[in-house]
C-alpha cells in the first residue's frame, strides 16, 4: 500500500465481549451502547461477537428460534447504521440471518461511515457438536470468502468454526485482508472434565495465532462470556500482530479494546517471511479432495 | 486403525539436536553414535535434524559445497542401515542429496528395520533469505507429499521451510499421517536485533502447534543447536499432541528425547474435534493460484 504523506498510517479499532443479556431488545440495547462509547472514543472500525442479539440458541435444535432470524436489511439494524453514520466509523455486526422461509444464515454484515451496508459474509464451515447444533440452523454460506475495503484496513470476515481450517485464513489473505476477523461462540462443557479446559483455550489461541503467522495479517477473535445452562463461554478475545504476537488478550469477564493497528506492518512482514513467494501451487491439487485415498 | 487384542499401542519415538561437530566425518561418527544409543533405549523410530551431516552450508553461496552432497545410495549411510536392521527400527536421515550432475535436493531418507530404503521426500518449499540461500543449492522437491508406513506410526516427512505453509501439513495428514516430521535447521540472525529473538521462537513453535490442532496429528519438529558465524540456531526441538498440547520441548542446548505415543490418539481427537468433516472443498479452488488477483 503506499501511503500519502502526512496521512495518519495508523487505525483505531475496537471489539467488546460480554454475556447474552437475557433478551433479543437487551443484547441490542447493550450492544448499541457499547458502539456509542467506543465512537466516541474515537474506534474507526468495531467488531462484534457473534450472533451478538441472541443466547447461544444452537445449545438445542428448536424449531420455534427459526422465528428469531432477521434479514439483511431488519430495522433492528437501523440504529446501529445511525450509530455507524453519525461517527462515521465501520461496523461489523454478526446476525442469524433468515434469506428465505427455511433458508437461515449465519452472517455478518458490514455497515460503512455512510451507514450502508458495505457487503455480507456468510459462515462456510458449519460445526455440529454436541450443544452446538450448528448444521439444523444454518446453511452452509454460498458468499466465498470475503474482504471488506474500508478506508485505512480490509478486513477480512470470517466465522468461528471457520478459524480451524486454515484454508479459509489463506484464500481470505489472498483476497488482501490485512485483518482476519473471528467473531466467535466458544464455550467450555460442563459435561467435559474440566482439566481440558485449559488446554481447549490454549489451542483455540494458537490456530487464531497461526493464521496471522503463515499469512502475514493481523488475527482478531472475539468471543462472548458467560455461562448459559453446561457451556461456559470463555471470552479471552485476542488480537495477534502479522509476526504472531499477542498484542491484546482479554480475560473470561465482559469487557472491551479500543487500541491502535498499523496496516503496514502487514507489508513489513512479509518482507521478512516471505511464504506466499513460495507456496507451491502446483503441488496444491489434492487440498480440493475430502481425503487422500480419492 | 483397528487394534489387536494385547497389542501394545506405545510406540518408542526419539530425536536429537545437536549442535555441527566439525566436520562431515564427525556428524557422521556422532550422530551414528547416538542412534546406538536411543535404539538401545528401546527407540522403535529416531528423527534427525535437517542436513545433519553437515554445516550450515546455505550461510553464503559457496560451488564448492555441491561436492558434498551425497546420492541416495551413498556409502556414507550404510552404518546407519546397519543400526536400524541390528535394532530393528526405523531412521530418518535429512540429506543433501546429488540427484544428477546440476540436479541436487534436501531430502530425507527413510530407513527401514531391514535396513531397506523404504522411501525418500525432497523438500517442497525452498526459502532465500540472508544467510538462508537454499534456493542456490536446492531444487524444489517432486515427490509430492510423503507419508512412510511404519509397523506403529504412519510417519509424514516435510522439512523446515515447509512448516510454515499449511497447506503442506492438511495435504501430509490427508494422505494418513499420525506424526508430522519437521527435520529443521532455524536460526536467530546476530545481524538482527535480539528482541525479537524469542518472538521467532515462539511464532516457530506456534505455527508447529497449529498443524496439530488443525490436522489432529502429531508434530514434532528437530532442530540442531550451536553458533556458526552469525548464526545461533535456536534447538527448542517440540513434539505436540493432536490437541497441539506440547508433549517434549528441548532448550538450546544439545539434548535427545526418548518418549512413548499413543497413536490411537489422532482418532480420538478427531472423533472430539471434527475439522476434516467439514472442509469446504468446494470453495478451496483459489488455492491454486498465487494470488487472489488473478
Known sequence: MEKLKGMSAEVKVAWAQACSQGSFENNAEYYLSKCQELAKQGAELIFLPELFLWDYFAIRE???????????????????????????????????EKRAPGVYHNTVVAIGPQGEMLDFYRKMHIPDDPC???????????TGFKVIATPKLNVGILICWDQWFPEAARLTAMKGADLLYYPTAIAWDQNEPG???EEQC??????????????????????????????????NSQLTHPTGRVMSLLGSEEGSVLMELDPSAVEAHRKAWPFFRDRRIDAYGDLLKRWGDS
Open 132 to 142: 452446538f447444533y450448528e448444521k439444523y440452523y444454518f446453511s452452509p454460506g454460498d
Open 202 to 235: 490454549d489451542s483455540w489461541r494458537v490456530i487464531n495465532r497461526s493464521h496471522s503467522i503463515a499469512n502475514g495479517v493481523y488475527s482478531l477473535a472475539v468471543n462472548r462470556v458467560g455461562t448459559q445452562e453446561n457451556l461456559t463461554f470463555w471470552g
Open 195 to 197: 482439566e481440558i479446559y
Open 62 to 96: 428448536d424449531m420455534a428460534v427459526f422465528d428469531q432470524a432477521i434479514t439483511l436489511d431488519s430495522p433492528t439494524l437501523k440504529p446501529f447504521k445511525e450509530c455507524a453514520q453519525l461517527n462515521q466509523l465501520t461496523l461489523f455486526l454478526p446476525i442469524f
